[in-house]
């Protein structure tokens, strides 16, 4: 015999609601490292920007 699966049952189970919410950890931690990336990348290019400034202005340190 087949068993018959039971789609509504199966949304809303405890392993469902387990797995949507290690999914949606596992997005949420994803995107805060991409954020954490960005920002890293925005302080690095004010950092040669505020070099460049200085350097144009004479003053710099050699």
Do not use: Y
């Not at 960005?38 to 340190?61: F, M």
């Amino acid at each position: 015999m087949i068993a018959t699966f039971d789609i509504e049952t199966a949304k809303h189970s405890a392993t469902n609601r387990a797995a949507r919410l290690a999914l949606l950890t596992h997005q949420v931690v994803h995107h805060i490292e991409l954020t954490d990336a960005a920002g890293e990348k925005v302080e690095q290019a004010l950092a040669r920007l505020a070099e460049a400034n200085a350097r144009a202005d004479g003053r710099a340190q050699p």
